[in-house]
């Protein structure tokens, strides 16, 4: 397809701004229906990489931005942060990345890199506000970031992952959040061969804590309400599943676990997980970004337990993770659409009639 290249003069930037205009999905306001619509992406700087989207993860996050469930969300919204495509460009000062290459775009585009976070590669943290992939504020062209819900994207080197090509490219898209997401506390918190992991929800999330959590040689445990689901929990790499309403079952449970990976994205009540935790061991929340119902303290100190918070996971981590991925085979179970079905594909995300990560074809924007 030939590009329209525009010359605009940007307020605050200096001199005028090369973009080349490439079609994308957005929704124009609030909870509003995904719509074609032409955006601009900048030219490449000489620390940038231009990639060609081949696919991209359609994330819970998208939706909630769209219905501006978090507040300040700003319209028009190009989501999508689970990015897989090929290099079509780099500027002068990039030597990690050459044309063809399979490369990923996460959660973050930028941030300072120079705060203490930072530093510590743990951009997610940045003390200065990380630059999200869409909706934050965009320093080149002024405005806001845009998402991978488009044809191309065009991204500083530091925040450019290599995607190992032994992997499906569209099925490894949604490893840029949802596995990066599970990954990085079962990363942390050092799970390793005999430890007892438990995995608390089957859904986006839930399936590829299993899998990590199976490929680093712990006992997995699939903790969920439905009996329904044992099945599919197993043909991930569950060793075995907790229905967590049947009372004896959770009893007999109790004190045994290292680890909970909690992956349930409402608000619910933590107490009768805390109970399954050994002495000194962790819960760790990562679906939840809302209040949750009130704890029991005691559940805590009579047992000396923790209950922490994960947020995706720094580039560098991240990178390790797709090694991981690419040494282990993992990649997300996924359900292909075509751009023009994402907002069917919204609707049944919400209805959690999704096994476990929609992805959509880029090709299908053109």
Sequence with gaps: MKQRLTFIKISGLDGNKIMSEVKAYAAPQQSADLEPKTIERREVTENDVAIDILFCGVCHSDIHQVQNDWGGSRYPVVPGHEIVGRVSKVGKNVSKFKEGDLVGVGCMVDSCQTCDTCKKDLEQFCENGATMTYNSEDKHLGGHTFGGYSQKVVVDKEFVLSVPENLDPAAAAPLLCAGITTFSPLNHWGIKKGDKVGVIGLGGLGHMGIKFSHAMGAETVMITTSESKKEDAKRLGADAVLISKEDDAMKKHAGSFDFLL???????????????????????????????????????????????????????????????CGEHDITCDIEMIKMDEINEAFSRVKSNDVKYRFVIDMESLK
């Design 262 to 324: 909690n992956t349930i994205p409402v608000g619910h009540d933590v107490n009768p997980y805390l109970q399954l935790l050994k002495v000194d061991a962790t819960m760790v929340m990562v679906g939840a970004i809302e209040p949750l119902e009130p704890m029991h303290g005691g559940n805590l100190i009579m047992g000396r337990k923790r209950i922490a918070g994960s947020l995706i996971g720094g580039i560098k981590e991240t990178q390790e993770m797709l090694d991981f």
